[in-house]
T-cell receptor
Framework: KAGVTQTPRYLIKTRGQQVTLSCSPI?????VSWYQQTPGQGLQFLFE???????NKGNFPGRFSGRQFSNSRSEMNVSTLELGDSALYLC???????????FGPGTRLTVL | SQELEQSPQSLIVQEGKNLTINCTSS?????LYWYKQKYGEGLIFLMM?????EEKSHEKITAKLDEKKQQSSLHITASQPSHAGIYLC?????????????FGQGTELSVKP
């Protein structure tokens, strides 16, 4: 089986712009979770989608949003980018519940 | 809110030596995940533990979850340079919380040849 894929791998944006990141889960997995990783805050949970519905949400402002499509692929959007949004964004896929979560390679976002 | 504390924060060992990384929670864990990460890359899944007293091994890495399900340890036997990286423990803090994992701050392991 192919692993979790994320596109793009690297992204450079300027403050005020918006960005969309994509995640394709492992075939058959219906749950996709998004995380932000920074040197200061570590790995923090953003949100989780299961069967096109947001099931869990972390403590991030409304500028961070996401969605999931019927084929389980997920997108994450960040509007009005701030310098502090520079981070490695990781998505994880699982079959749901308390099952193993497998992570993608991440998207490195730099905001200038 | 639940927090996971890892110790040590960093570790330098000589190749061939054994080592242990600990992950402690203030609350009961409903699923404990161990991952390895190379700097700036994605997380590689190592093991998941769910039951109190559970122990799993893969190659030279063994992970255990204590009976109270509040502490886990990761043990590497006869370390090799390929074991170097950042080890992260993650946990489900509430049963049926789906994919919401909280993570420890990580343990950076260096293995000197």
């Amino acid at each position: 089986k192919a692993g979790v894929t994320q596109t793009p791998r690297y992204l450079i944006k300027t403050r005020g712009q918006q960005v969309t990141l994509s995640c394709s889960p492992i075939s058959g997995h219906r749950s996709v979770s998004w995380y932000q990783q920074t040197p200061g805050q570590g790995l923090q949970f953003l949100f989780e989608y299961f069967s096109e519905t947001q099931r869990n949400k972390g403590n991030f402002p409304g500028r961070f949003s996401g969605r999931q499509f019927s084929n389980s692929r997920s997108e994450m959007n960040v509007s009005t980018l701030e310098l502090g949004d520079s981070a490695l964004y990781l998505c994880a896929s699982s079959s749901g519940g308390t099952q193993e979560q497998f992570f993608g390679p991440g998207t490195r976002l730099t905001v200038l | 809110s639940q927090e996971l504390e890892q110790s040590p924060q960093s570790l330098i060992v000589q190749e061939g030596k054994n080592l242990t990384i600990n992950c402690t929670s203030s609350k009961t864990l409903y699923g404990l995940y161990w991952y390895k990460q190379k700097y700036g890359e994605g997380l590689i899944f190592l093991m998941m533990l769910q039951k109190g007293g559970e122990e799993k091994s893969h190659e030279k890495i063994t992970a255990k979850l204590d009976e109270k399900k509040q502490q886990s340890s990761l043990h590497i036997t006869a370390s090799q340079p390929s074991h170097a990286g950042i080890y992260l423990c993650g946990a489900l803090s509430t049963y049926n919380q789906g994919g919401k994992l909280i993570f420890g701050q990580g343990t950076e392991l260096s293995v000197k040849p």
